[in-house]
């Protein structure tokens, strides 16, 4: 089975950054995915997709994105439920994602001192991550640092 999803588009408004009781960092936006036909008016139609992201990558999604920037979204599609005040159950969709790009620069009008993280993007922990990580945003671990690599025959999967 697979429950793969990729997303382009813009968002909708700034990031919501909150934290779990437990410390663990959530961000939930909203990005506007264009549909690729007009519609019977020849106006161009979009589907507004609710996003979130987890731990690391929330912050970053946090600290370097904001309303109106292009990112590319790839995840998974999450439906949860809930009781509201009301008794009703409420069904939500939702794409919960392992790897956020940035793809345009920011905004140069504006000097607020963000900077972009190298790379001009953000990876999640969930499945792609995990383990020890640098915190250094500069960090390469493929840089040819002029060393032979060390590899025997038996590591080669061919």
């Known amino acids: 089975m697979l429950n793969r999803v990729i997303l382009i588009g813009r968002l909708t408004k700034d990031p919501e950054l909150r934290y779990t009781p437990s410390g663990v ?3 939930q936006f909203t990005l506007a995915v264009d549909r690729g036909f007009s519609n019977q008016q020849g106006e161009r139609e979009a589907d507004f997709i609710p996003v979130v992201t987890w731990r690391q990558l929330a912050e970053t999604v946090a600290n370097y ?4 920037r292009l990112a590319a979204v790839e995840g998974r599609i999450q439906v949860r439920t809930y009781d509201n005040n009301e008794g009703k159950r409420v ?3 939702e794409v919960v994602a392992d790897n ?3 793809l345009e620069p920011a905004n140069r009008d504006r000097d607020d001192g963000m900077r972009e993280p190298a790379g001009g993007g953000a990876q999640g922990g969930g499945r792609t ?26 590591d080669l999967p061919f």
Do not use: E, H, M, W
Not at 65 to 68: I, P
């Open 25 to 27: 960092a959530v961000t």
């Open 65 to 68: 994105l904001r309303k109106g």
């Open 91 to 93: 069904y939500v969709t």
């Open 100 to 102: 956020v790009r940035f």
């Open 129 to 154: 991550g995990g383990g020890q990580r640098n915190n250094n945003s500069n960090y390469d671990p493929f840089v040819d640092d002029g060393k032979p690599v060390d590899i025997s025959d038996d």
